[in-house]
């Protein structure tokens, strides 16, 4: 049983769910058997060159981030093929949000989100969630699946809390604490949240493209969690 769920992992292109292998043994191995087996199979890999992690609700066989140099280079991937900031700050505000409208993302972050939406709908990483029961019911917004096999993540429970980033940000901080913020000087104001894609001189910098709006229907859902 051992060698076959090893062999499996291997040729999965995805994270295998517990259920999946489960289905696969029909009945001659049950829920126990396999955690034993997914278990001791990890703890196997601890020495070797690949690694098997637990992300996105199942267990991957996959290459360690200490040649991943190596495999960008083999198979010949861009190493500047990123997320740009505009999209990592509204997938932020969506992972920790979720489900939530564009106009609430706009609101947040005081700028139109429409380029950064639609890139990280290509990119399958978020995907509608249904429509809000509200004038208008527009699109909610909700992570994928990819999303968390992106980012090495079991569930959105492992996501970072603020009490994280607030420990991790006083670490950093040397010297006295700023206690008062002066707001003196002209301020821009913010645009609505049904301002076009030119109300804001934010610009993608990696995944352009010439319509920055989201359209009102996205097309289907991407079968995410």
Partial sequence: ???????LLLAADQPVTLERLRQTFAGEADKGQLDAVLDELT???RTKNLQIIAVAD??????RKEYSDWVRKFLKLDKTFRLSQAALDTLSIVAYKQPITRAEIDHIRGVDSGGALRTLLEKKIISPAGRKDVAGRPFMYRTTRKFLDYFGLG???DLPTLEDFQASHLDEI???LQTE???EGPSTPSP???AGPGASAESETVFSTEDASVPDVVGEDTGSQ
């Fill in 1 to 7: 049983m051992k060698a076959i769920v090893e062999n």
């Fill in 43 to 45: 703890e196997d890999y």
């Fill in 58 to 63: 199942g267990y991957q066989l996959c290459t």
């Fill in 155 to 157: 569930e959105l429970s």
């Fill in 174 to 176: 040397e010297g006295p």
């Fill in 181 to 183: 913020i002066s707001f």
């Fill in 192 to 194: 609505s949240p049904d």
